[in-house]
C-alpha cells in the first residue's frame, strides 16, 4: 500500500519471501502457542543449554494504532510477577529466525555458537541469559516482517509511532510491573531513537547499543555521495511478506536534503528515558550516529561507555553484561547499586599494535580535557605543525578509479606528522582541504587518519582479540570492516559543501545538502569535512598519516561487497596547501 512522508510518495519494492528456507521460518501460520522450557533444554544440540524454567509465548499480536498487529515473542521466568520488560525491535527475524546470524563474518566475532541458546534474535540478548536475571525478553518482528502486519519502514516517525504501541501493550500484560526497556545494536539500537523521541510513557531506559540516527548523513548518503553496496545488501537480508521501502529507489529519486530524509533523522533532543549509549570505533555505520544522539539528549541521565571491539561481540561478554544488568536493575527494579555514580563517559583507546587500554573515565562527552592542535599539510608529504612552516605545494590523485575498499587500493596520497610525546588522538578532527579539478564541475573527497609504527609501517587493528577468533596473528585475520578497523574517516562531495548552522556544532561541521553548489572545473574550492571521532594513542616516534583519495578507504563491511562503492568522480583531483591554501588537519588531542 503507497505511502507519503511529508507530502512525498515512498516507493517501496518487495520484502524478500517468507517462504525461504534461508529465513528459518517455521512452517504453518503463524498461531499463539505457549511453551514451558525446563533447565537443561537445548534449542540444537550445540547451543547453550537454559538455566531456569522459562515461559515462551510465542507468536502473540500486539496491535498497533491502526488496526495492524505484529508479532512478538515474550521469554520469562515462570510463576513470576512483576517482571521489567526488554523490548527487541528487529526487522531481521524474532527468536533466531530471519536470514542473518553472526555467521555472516568469518570466525562469529569470536562468539562461538555454544556461547548463545539460538532463542535470540539477530544482535539482540540471549532470552537464556537475561530471563535468570528476572527479566522477560520481548522479542518483536517490525512491521512487513515475518508475519507482522503492513509494509516495512525504514526508520523514522512512523517506526517510532509502532514501538510507542508495542512499548504500551507490553506494558499492560498481567506479568509486567510497567518498566520496559529497549535494548540491541545496530538497527535495533538505531531505531531506539526513533521510539523513544515518541516519549512512551512506561519506556523505563533505553541501551541503543550502537545505532546511527540520521539515515542519509550518517552511511546512506554521507557527505552527499550515496553509497548503496551495504543498503542494497540489507534490502535484500528482510524477509516478509509484503512491501518495503526501497531506500535505493529514493535516494536516486531524491538525493538531496527533503521531508523524506529529514524525517530519517531521530529527534533525540525529545528523549525523556535514562540512556545506557554505546559506541565503538570499529562501526563503519554507527560511531557518529551514536554519539551524536547521546550529545543531543537533553537531560542527564545518560551514560556513554565506547568499547575497543565490535559491537556482536561486545554484546555478549560478561563484564559488558554485568555492566548493562546494574543500569537495567537501577531503573526497572529500583534497586540502589550505585549506578548513579558510574563515569558519564567511558571511553576505550586503541594502540593497534598493543592492547586497548578500557574505560578511561570522563565527566563529559565531548571530553573537556582535549585541546586541539592544528597539521598543517606541507611539501615532502608532511604535516607541519605551523602554518609558517607548511612548504606550499600541490598534489593529486586519479578520482575515478573504483576502491575495492581492502586497504590496498591506489591512488592514495598521504601526509605525516611523528609524535615527540605519547598523545591520544580523542574527539573528532575536521580536514580543511583546498581542492580542484579540471576535469569536471563535482568530485568527491575522502580522507582517512591512519597509525603507523615507529618504522613507517601503516598498522590495523584488530576489532576481536586473537585468541577468540581462533588464530595466532592479524594476517590470519579477514580484511573486513567488522573484524579489523583502519582509522576514522571523512567524506564530503564538494557540491554539498554548504553548511547547517542549526546541526553544525564546535567540533563537527553539519552540512545543508538541501542544494548544490557546482565547482567552475579548474577553480580551487574549500572544503572542511568532518572526520568521525576516535581515541588512539601515539607514542613517541609513532606516526599519524592523513590520506586523501577520490574512493572510500573504510574496509568493506563483508567480502562481497568490496568494489560496490561507486563515486561521481572524474578524472585527476588536485590538493592544494601552503602559503594561501592553508590545507589542514584539526585533531582533539590529550597528552599522556
Same mark, same amino acid.
Given at each position: ?77 515462570? @510463576? &513470576?510477577?512483576?517482571?521489567? *520488560?526488554? !523490548?527487541? $525491535? ?7 529466525? +530471519?536470514?542473518?546470524? %553472526? ?61 510507542? @504501541? &508495542?512499548?504500551?501493550?507490553? *506494558?499492560? !500484560?498481567? $506479568? ?7 535494548? +540491541?545494536?545496530?538497527? %535495533? ?71 523524506? $530524509? ?108 582535549a585541546e586541539y592542535q592544528n597539521l598543517y599539510l606541507s611539501a615532502n608529504n608532511l604535516l607541519a605543525e605551523s602554518q609558517s612552516a ?32 605519547t598523545t591520544i588522538l580523542i574527539g573528532a578532527s575536521k580536514a580543511t582541504l583546498w581542492l580542484s579539478c579540471q576535469d569536471h564541475n563535482d568530485f568527491d573527497v575522502f580522507v582517512q587518519i591512519r597509525k603507523a609504527d615507529r618504522s613507517g609501517k601503516i ?134
Open positions: 500500500m503507497s505511502y507519503t512522508v511529508g507530502g512525498i510518495e515512498v516507493l517501496q519494492r518487495k520484502i524478500g519471501s517468507s517462504d525461504d528456507p534461508a529465513a528459518k521460518r517455521p512452517s504453518g501460520k503463524s498461531s499463539p502457542k505457549t511453551t514451558v522450557l525446563q533447565p537443561g533444554f537445548r534449542r540444537e544440540e550445540d547451543c547453550r543449554s537454559i538455566q531456569t524454567p522459562t515461559i515462551w509465548e510465542s507468536d502473540i499480536k500486539v496491535p498497533l494504532r491502526d488496526g495492524s498487529f505484529l508479532l512478538a515473542d515474550i521469554f520469562r521466568p515462570v @510463576d &513470576a510477577e512483576n517482571v521489567p *520488560a526488554i !523490548l527487541v $525491535w528487529s526487522p531481521y527475524g524474532k527468536t533466531g529466525t +530471519g536470514i542473518l546470524s %553472526l555467521d555472516v563474518t568469518e570466525g562469529r566475532v569470536g562468539i562461538p555458537k555454544e556461547r548463545l541458546s539460538g532463542f535470540e534474535s539477530f544482535e539482540a540478548p540471549d532470552p537464556a541469559e537475561w530471563v535468570p536475571y528476572g527479566y522477560a525478553i520481548v522479542n518483536v518482528n517490525a512491521r512487513g516482517i515475518l508475519g507482522s502486519d503492513g509494509d516495512h519502514r525504514w526508520h523514522g516517525t512512523s517506526e517510532g509511532q509502532d514501538g510507542y @504501541d &508495542a512499548i504500551e501493550f507490553i *506494558a499492560s !500484560l498481567p $506479568w509486567t510491573n510497567g518498566r520496559i526497556a529497549l535494548m +540491541g545494536n545496530s538497527w %535495533l539500537g538505531s531505531s531506539q531513537w526513533f521510539i523513544a523521541a515518541e516519549q512512551p510513557p512506561h519506556l523505563a531506559c533505553m541501551l541503543p547499543l550502537e545505532g546511527l540516527s540520521d539515515v542519509y548523513r550518517e552511511s546512506l548518503c554521507r557527505g552527499g555521495v550515496p553509497y548503496r553496496p551495504f543498503w542494497t545488501f540489507l534490502m535484500g537480508s528482510l524477509s516478509g511478506d509484503n512491501d518495503q521501502e526501497d531506500v535505493i529507489a529514493m535516494i536516486d529519486r531524491y538525493p538531496l536534503m527533503n521531508e523524506y $530524509w529529514e524525517d530519517k533523522r531521530a529527534k533525540s533532543h525529545l528523549i525523556k528515558a535514562p540512556a545506557y549509549v554505546l559506541a565503538s570505533m570499529s562501526s563503519a555505520l554507527h560511531t557518529i550516529g551514536s554519539l551524536r544522539s547521546f550529545e543531543d539528549i537533553p537531560h542527564e541521565e545518560k551514560w556513554l561507555r565506547m568499547h575497543p571491539t565490535q559491537e556482536w561481540h561486545d554484546l555478549y561478554q560478561e563484564d559488558s553484561i554485568a555492566d548493562m544488568k546494574r543500569f537495567l536493575d537501577f531503573y526497572t527494579k529500583e534497586i540502589s547499586n550505585g549506578w548513579e555514580k558510574t563515569p558519564r563517559a567511558r571511553i576505550s583507546v586503541l594502540r593497534f599494535n598493543q592492547p586497548p587500554f578500557k574505560n578511561i573515565p570522563y565527566s563529559q562527552w565531548p571530553i573537556k580535557e607548511a612548504v606550499p605545494g600541490t598534489a593529486s590523485y586519479q578520482g575515478d578509479i573504483v576502491g575495492q575498499q581492502m586497504d590496498e587500493d591506489s591512488e592514495e596520497i598521504e601526509f605525516r606528522h611523528t609524535f615527540q610525546e598498522l590495523r587493528n584488530v576489532n576481536i582479540p586473537l585468541q577468540e577468533l581462533g588464530v595466532d596473528s592479524e594476517a590470519e585475520v579477514q580484511t573486513v570492516n567488522t573484524l579489523k578497523y583502519l582509522g576514522p574517516t571523512g567524506i564530503l562531495r564538494a557540491s554539498h559543501r554548504a553548511f547547517d548552522p542549526l546541526l553544525s556544532k564546535p567540533h563537527w561541521p553539519a552540512h545543508d545538502h538541501s542544494k548544490l553548489d557546482l565547482v567552475p572545473p579548474g577553480e580551487i574550492v574549500k572544503l572542511e569535512i568532518g572526520l568521525w571521532p576516535a581515541a588512539i594513542q601515539f607514542e613517541p616516534g609513532e606516526q599519524l598519516i592523513l590520506k586523501v583519495a577520490g574512493h572510500h578507504m573504510t574496509l568493506a563491511e563483508f567480502e562481497p561487497l568490496r568494489g560496490g562503492f561507486v563515486t561521481g568522480n572524474k578524472g585527476r583531483q588536485v590538493l592544494h596547501f601552503g602559503g594561501e591554501y592553508n590545507s589542514k588537519l584539526e585533531i582533539p588531542f590529550v597528552l599522556v
